[in-house]
């Protein structure tokens, strides 16, 4: 497996546009998440879903974030519209269950700049 | 709310020197207990967990961990740093039944050679 892919891994946007990051999770990783990272708040959970279903979605900032699962190999988190101070680096990680012990993984990330 | 904190947010030590990094979480019931580390300019990845069992804990590259109930402690440790270990690290609770998976805020370790 290729292991978690996301895309894209840069992204640079105006203040205002509509931004889109994606995620692939690793096949048969029943539960998936979206982190957020930043040197101030550091590695914040921002909504999870188990079975593509949203489980706690109490970490997203504002009504801007949102984030869909509409399958079991494809995830998104859109920002719109998109503010200077939601520049961070955005993760997803996927993991078969882990209130079994079984760790997440992660992709390598999207770093986003509003400018 | 659930949380976890990380007490040392830089951390700088001389090669060979001894590491420990405390972490603990707010959180009554049964947790899984896990360190990442994520290297410059890399993902994050994983150092060892705890879900049962013994709670001192074996992990790569000669990191070890103990997972104290009483105390609500996960504290990361390793005998002697090696400059390749300069990285920032995690510890991350996963509490009950809920699949939930919380980060501290992390520590970064720089080690001098």
């Known amino acids: 497996d290729a292991g978690v892919i996301q895309s894209p891994r840069h992204e640079v946007t105006e203040m205002g546009q509509e931004v889109t990051l994606r995620c692939k999770p690793i096949s048969g990783h029943d539960y998936l998440f979206w982190y957020r990272q930043t040197m101030m708040r550091g590695l914040e959970l921002l909504i999870y879903f188990n079975n593509n279903v949203p489980i706690d979605d109490s970490g997203m900032p504002e009504d801007r974030f949102s984030a869909k699962m509409p399958n079991a190999s494809f995830s998104t988190l859109k920002i719109q519209p998109s503010e200077p101070r939601d520049s961070a680096v955005y993760f997803c990680?996927?993991?078969?269950?882990?209130?079994?012990?079984?760790?997440?993984?992660f992709g390598q990330g999207t770093r986003l700049t509003v400018v | 709310a659930q949380s976890v904190s990380q007490h040392n947010h830089h951390v700088i030590l001389s090669e060979a020197a001894s590491l420990e990094l405390g972490c603990n979480y707010s959180y009554g019931g049964t947790v899984n207990l896990f360190w990442y580390v994520q290297y410059p300019g890399q993902h994050l990845q994983l150092l060892l967990k705890?879900?049962?069992?013994?709670?001192l804990v074996k992990g790569i590259k000669g990191f070890e961990a103990e997972f104290i109930k009483s105390k609500f402690s996960f504290n990361l440790r390793k005998p002697s740093v090696q400059w390749s270990d300069t990285a920032e690290y995690f510890c991350a609770v996963s509490p009950g039944n809920t699949g939930k998976l919380i980060f501290g805020q992390g520590t970064t370790l720089q080690v001098k050679p």
């Open positions: 705890y879900f049962s069992g013994d709670p």
């Open positions: 990680a996927s993991s078969p269950d882990p209130r079994t012990g079984t760790e997440a993984f």
